[in-house]
């Protein structure tokens, strides 16, 4: 393993050009990478990083292909397992921490990073056919929030869910929202919505149930809601402070709320998104779990 790993001396050497500052623009890239022969002459087009030990596990289970991984030499044994399942094709650098934390421009704890190869985004058609629940986003711009989304569809539903988006909802390949979902935005396929929000009637029209959270007094308790018989459900959520749109909520088939105590805001999305998924996927028995 460790004649296989390259040391870097220099934080300006261009084998590790891909992991230097990591607040830059190209880390938000769109959704969909351009993959024609110009994107193809940035080399930083379609990439995402992975960032720390679950992460890094996830991509290499991942249908997305690694590009090089970065390492801090402190972490180098205990991260040796982990590292000997990095395809053999794949560089592996490592620099001492001050080094490390020159290249990446952050205080980097994990000690480790893993540059991977965007795919094209799931389609909507796709996960209509596929997801037997999904998690539909409008607008969320904050990418922990995202992430823990990605979470908890994970924990909660499992198998055959999906997360559709809203073109304004930040990407969920981002270094931090990938962090923040341990992982799971690799796992959970996602797909935007370019006609939103008129597209949600799409999903109405393939057999789920839109479902909107919106914490408005015309909103149904949710602990009172039940599917219909032969329903899929798509949860609706918008994003904190300004909530689902007028137009969004049009579109929506029903509307629920959790009972909060009085004198209170807004649950934070991702808690709301983790308790509507709790509550109407493992209460009721046609959205419930099947794979544990």
């Not at 809203?166 to 797909?191: E, T, W």
């Not at 009172?224 to 049009?250: F, H, N, V, W």
Request: hydrophobic share 40%; charged share 20%.
């Amino acid at each position: 393993m460790i004649d296989r790993i390259t040391q870097i001396h220099d934080a300006n050497d261009p084998r590790i050009r891909v992991f230097c500052s990591q607040r830059d623009a190209w880390l938000r890239a769109a959704h969909n990478p351009d993959v024609s022969s110009e994107a193809d002459e940035d080399q930083h087009q379609g990439l995402f990083m992975g960032e720390g030990s679950l992460v890094v596990e996830h991509l290499i289970e991942s249908p997305y292909s690694i590009e090089s991984v970065l390492v801090g030499t402190n972490r180098i044994g205990a991260l040796g397992g982990l590292l000997g399942r990095v395809p053999g094709s794949v560089p592996i650098y490592c620099a001492d921490q001050p080094m490390l934390e020159s290249i990446v421009g952050f205080p980097m704890h994990r000690g480790l990073l893993a540059c991977g190869r965007r795919l094209p985004t799931d389609s909507l058609d796709a996960l209509i056919v596929s997801c037997r629940v999904l998690v539909v986003l409008e607008d969320l711009a904050n990418h922990d929030n995202i992430g823990s989304v990605f979470r908890s569809a994970a924990c909660l539903v499992g198998e055959g869910v999906g997360v559709v988006l809203s073109p304004r909802c930040c990407d969920p390949l981002y270094r931090k929202a990938l962090r923040v979902s341990m992982g799971h935005a690799l796992r959970i396929p996602f797909a935007v919505m370019d006609d939103w929000p008129g597209g949600l009637r799409r999903l109405s029209a393939a057999g789920f149930r839109v479902v909107a959270m919106s914490p408005g007094q015309e909103s149904e308790d949710i602990c009172d809601y039940r599917g219909q018989p032969g329903e899929r459900l798509a949860l609706l959520l918008g994003a904190e402070g300004p909530g689902l749109s007028t137009d969004a909520l049009a579109n929506a088939d029903k509307r629920v709320r959790i009972e909060q105590a009085r004198n209170t805001d807004s649950l934070n999305i991702s808690v709301a998104c983790a308790v509507g998924l709790h509550r109407l996927v493992q209460a009721d028995p046609q959205w419930g779990c099947d794979d544990r």
